[in-house]
């Protein structure tokens, strides 16, 4: 146990996490234009919430692959936010009289 939270809480965050993470593949298999907000949101917190599940239930590969599955869905949101500001800025076209 790395983390001390009650057995029961840690299954809870797990199963939220896991719902999570498969409501957002279910949304990408389903939608044809997914947002990438909510894709990548979903992913992150099921992840985060797994890895909480896992520090009370220790299991070291399903902590390696949360902790790369919420690096990967962090790099997905900032992508989408990156994306997204240069989207809101005007082009350099558009300020040409």
């Given amino acids: 146990m790395i983390l001390d939270l ?3 809480l840690s299954n809870i965050l797990g199963f939220v996490g896991t719902v999570c993470c498969v409501i957002a593949y279910a949304y990408v298999t389903y939608e ?6 909510l894709q990548h949101g979903l992913n992150f917190v099921g992840a985060v919430l797994l890895l909480i599940s896992l520090m009370v239930n220790v ?3 399903s902590i390696a692959m949360e ?25 350099d076209e558009a300020r040409l009289p």
């Fill in 6 to 8: 009650p057995q029961w």
């Fill in 32 to 37: 044809n234009n997914p947002n990438r907000y």
């Fill in 59 to 61: 299991n070291l590969p």
């Fill in 67 to 91: 902790g790369l599955w919420a690096v990967i869905a962090g790099w997905g949101l900032l992508k989408a936010l990156r994306s997204r500001r240069s989207a809101d800025r005007p082009s």
